[in-house]
């Protein structure tokens, strides 16, 4: 069965970086969309980032346009989200999800998240 | 890169039916066939629902069913049970490549 763990999460001081991870297993990694949808406390849903099966296309939500960087590694089955220059609306849990394409159409499955807090 | 548009909240009793919209633009919900729906329990992942605007994955109840007309999506529930009290949301391709959630919706079963 798909499953998706995410780990690195944690407090972390305004301006700091932070790095993500998520191991996917039990489907063909190389051949999905990755995503990165964040929630913050008691708030909505928020799509982050996309990253295509191949790695070849990259899109982002614009508030993090510039400070954030999705990427992966096909060859261990990895999923990334390198944060910089962080601020408390960064503060959320950070969810891996699947897309069910080879790019960005609908996420299938989803991680449990990584708390991110982001305060001094 | 607006969210789609749900009501905060809906209510029903148990065995009732009950609708939420999910509205966009001709940029997302209006132009593509990729709207689906999540429910989310409280402390919990969420869960897709509905995909593709009608279709069900396989294990979810044909209780839960989709349609779309212009730029509104709409979750129908019918037969309302108490486990369904969640939070749903929608979400939806966009035409930058993206994807876009709605508000969400929380749903109470009185």
């Known amino acids: 069965q798909v499953q998706l763990v995410e780990s690195g999460g944690g407090v972390v001081q305004p301006g700091r970086s932070l790095s993500l991870s998520c191991a996917a297993s039990?489907?063909?990694?190389?051949?999905?969309?990755m995503h990165w949808v964040r929630q913050a406390p008691g708030k909505g849903l928020e799509w982050v980032a996309v990253?295509?099966?191949?790695?070849?296309?990259?899109y982002y939500v614009d508030s993090v346009k510039g400070r954030f960087t999705i990427s992966r590694d096909n060859s261990k089955n990895t999923l990334s989200l390198q944060m910089n220059g962080l601020t408390a609306e960064d503060t959320a849990v950070y969810y891996c999800a699947r897309d069910s394409s080879y790019g960005a159409a609908r996420i299938d499955h989803w991680g449990q998240g990584t708390l991110v807090t982001v305060s001094s | 890169q607006s969210a789609l548009t749900q009501p905060a909240s809906a209510s029903g009793s148990p065995g009732q039916s009950i609708t939420i919209s999910c509205t966009g633009t001709s940029s997302d919900v209006g132009s593509y066939n990729y709207v689906s729906w999540y429910q989310q329990h409280p402390g919990e992942a969420p869960k897709l629902m509905i995909y593709d605007v009608s279709k069900r994955p396989s294990g979810v109840s044909n209780r839960f069913s989709g349609s779309k007309s212009g730029n509104t999506a709409s979750l129908t529930i019918s037969g309302l049970q108490a486990e369904d009290e969640a939070d749903y949301y929608c979400?939806?391709?966009?035409?930058?490549?993206?994807?876009?959630f709605g508000g969400g919706t929380k749903l109470t079963v009185l």
């Open positions: 039990g489907f063909t990694f190389s051949r999905q969309g």
């Open positions: 979400s939806s391709y966009t035409s930058s490549s993206t994807l876009v």
């Open positions: 990253i295509w099966y191949d790695g070849s296309k990259k």
